[in-house]
Every structure is written in C-alpha cells, then in structure tokens.
C-alpha cells in the first residue's frame, strides 16, 4: 500500500490566502503586473515559478515558504489560539489586514492626475506667452 503524500497544491493556497487577505484577483494582479487571467491560471497550477511566488508572497505579506507549507487546519489553529489570547488579556487587537493594493493604485492615479493637470497649465501659460509675443 502506497501512502506517499500528494504534494501542495501551490495555487490553491495562493487562492486561499489571498481570500483571507480580502483581496480580488484582480487587485493581486495589477500587483504583480499581470492580467486577471493569469492569476487564475496561477491558481488553478499545482506549481509556480519560484520568481513569481515571491512576487506573489511579497504583495501578500507572507513568505513564500508560508505559501508553500499554507494548511486550512494551521489557520484556524492560528486564529483559535490569537482569540484566546486576546480574549484572557484586558485589551483587545484588531487583527485585519490594512493593504489594499487598490487603494495605492487609486493614490498613484491622483498624482499622475495632478501632475497632467500641472503639464496642461503650464502649456496654456505657454501658449498664452506666445501669443502676447506675436500681437507685439
């Protein structure tokens, strides 16, 4: 009788961290700078390119060793025991994830916003300067 292990099935537990994180595949994937497609790809694979899990654990805010040794039943042992220990300490923790990709990304979209509309202005000065100097 064979009792070998099946090995981890590396995009399933991308899939389930990434879910724990709150955060959509479409988030993770402007992330790593890919499509959507691809990061359901990833995690429908059973492997990943070692490159690509660190990208992938970096935006997740985890070690790709977590990713790869990732169990349902550590999760829930990890959540049982930081419950308890909050719940017998007089103070409490909010324990949830602060990053949200998307947010950096709307931050970055409102500067590039401001620095267009600071190029537009300064070319209208421009225009303007021109002109003054023609009627002259």
């Known amino acids: 009788m064979n ?24 988030a993770l994937a402007i992330a790593i700078g890919v499509s959507q497609q691809s990061v359901s790809n990833i995690e429908g694979s059973e492997t990943v390119e070692e490159e690509k899990l660190k990208a992938i654990a970096e935006v997740l805010g985890v070690s790709s060793d977590a990713i790869k040794n990732y169990s349902d039943e550590g999760v829930i042992n990890y959540f049982n025991t930081f419950n308890e220990a909050v719940s017998s300490s007089n103070f409490g923790h909010n324990n949830t ?40």
């Open 3 to 26: 009792t070998a292990t099946k090995p981890k099935h590396i995009g399933r537990n991308i899939s389930r961290i990434r879910e724990l994180r709150g955060m959509k595949q479409e």
């Open 97 to 136: 994830c602060t990053f949200n990709p998307l947010d950096k990304l709307v931050d970055a979209y409102e500067e590039n916003k401001k620095l267009y509309e600071r190029l537009v202005q300064a070319e209208k000065d421009k225009v303007d300067y021109l002109e003054k100097l023609l009627k002259k």
